[in-house]
Nanobody, 120 residues
Framework: QVQLAESGGGLVQPGVSLILSCAAS????????MGWYRQAPGKGRELVAA???????ENADSVKGRFTLSRANAGNTLFLQIDNLKPEDTAVYYC??????????????WGQGTQVTVSS
């Protein structure tokens, strides 16, 4: 079993910063990549930012300069720092990880999502 546990969401005012965290645990042999997606009300799920094992990153154009990824715990924990939050950042944020398990299978896993609401 593999689990992704997210935390850090909440109701915040415009202009502040927020840090989301995602911790992968369970029968993990290797975390190949991790990333954050978000889904705003009435919209589809979109990639926000992702990082591969070699450190390569991918960011959506809409968040460049405000969203920063970092990893810890031998790469099994992913942080997303969001600066200068805007109302349009309001969404459910989901953690995604491509993981090779201890029994040799590789697949994508998702967290349960954490709500971020930006409002004054």
């Amino acid at each position: 079993q593999v689990q992704l546990a997210e935390s850090g969401g909440g109701l915040v005012q415009p202009g502040v910063s927020l840090i989301l965290s995602c911790a992968a645990s369970g029968s993990i042999f290797r975390v190949n990549s991790m990333g954050w997606y978000r889904q705003a009300p009435g919209k589809g799920r979109e990639l926000v930012a992702a990082v591969g094992n070699g450190g390569s990153t991918e960011n959506a154009d809409s968040v460049k300069g405000r969203f920063t990824l970092s990893r810890a715990n031998a790469g099994n924990t992913l942080f997303l720092q969001i600066d200068n939050l805007k109302p349009e950042d309001t969404a459910v944020y989901y953690c995604n990880a491509n993981i090779r398990t201890n029994w040799g299978e590789t697949g994508d896993f998702w967290g349960q999502g954490t709500q971020v609401t930006v409002s004054s």
